[in-house]
């Protein structure tokens, strides 16, 4: 177990939706990291945040936004979903304000766009 | 921007064997180089990290190698175990470009 949790586990929704994932960093951590893995494309860098501001951006696309609260706990919002969006998303932490620190991976939310 | 491949999607291994998992990157600039590995229906786990003002870096059982003239890293697992059955990614970080870029993954394979 990393410390990581994200929520839900899964999700199947349809072309045009939106939806939220959520992730709780580990106790003090305040950089967090979101990914897109899918079969085709690989684990893809989507966005980072320390300390509720954004720290680093990969390759995000503009129908999705991310944010980290006060609290630490970060949300990724994916809006006008596509199939292609289909795949796992995880969150990562660290306490580095830097993306190449050791990094701790939650557990995945499956989207399943239909 | 970056380009991170590796050599192998697949490798097998006789369990006891030593296992080399190889990737290639593209910037020169690339200052910081992690391996994780993937168990199936699990988020990625560190393993090993190194530096590029370094070439070679030990843990239990890994040691991770940069050759910076060719662009080359890997990942070398000695005494493989079942248990090291999973996909293995490195990843490329770039200070001056702020970029993490994640390689393809190879799948490690233990044969009993």
């Known amino acids: 177990d990393s410390g990581v949790t994200q929520t839900p586990k899964h999700l199947i929704t349809a072309t045009g939706q939106r939806v939220t994932l959520r992730c709780s960093p580990r106790?003090?951590?305040?950089?967090v990291y979101w990914y897109q893995q899918s079969l085709d494309q690989g684990l893809q860098f989507l966005i980072q945040y320390y300390n509720g501001e954004e720290r680093a951006k990969g390759n995000i696309l503009e129908r999705f936004s991310a944010q980290q609260f006060p609290d630490l706990h970060s949300e990724l919002n994916l809006s006008s979903l596509e199939l292609g969006d289909s795949a796992l998303y995880f969150c990562a932490s660290s306490v580095d304000p830097e993306p190449g620190g050791t990094q701790y991976f939650g557990p995945g939310t499956r989207l399943l766009v239909l | 921007g970056e380009s991170v491949g590796l050599h192998l999607p697949t490798l097998s291994v006789q369990e006891g064997d030593n296992s080399i998992i190889n990737c290639a990157y593209s910037n020169s600039a690339s200052d910081y180089f992690i391996w994780y590995k993937q168990e199936s229906g699990k988020g990625p786990q560190f393993i090993i990290d190194i530096r590029s003002n370094m070439d070679k870096r030990q843990g239990q059982r890994v040691t991770v190698l940069l050759n910076k003239t060719v662009k080359h890293l890997s990942l070398q697992i000695a005494a493989t175990q079942p248990g090291d059955s999973a996909v293995y990614f490195c990843?490329?970080?770039?200070?001056?470009?702020?970029?993490?870029?994640f390689g393809s993954g190879t799948q490690l394979t233990v044969l009993p």
């Open positions: 106790s003090g951590d305040l950089s």
């Open positions: 990843a490329v970080f770039s200070g001056s470009a702020r970029q993490l870029t």
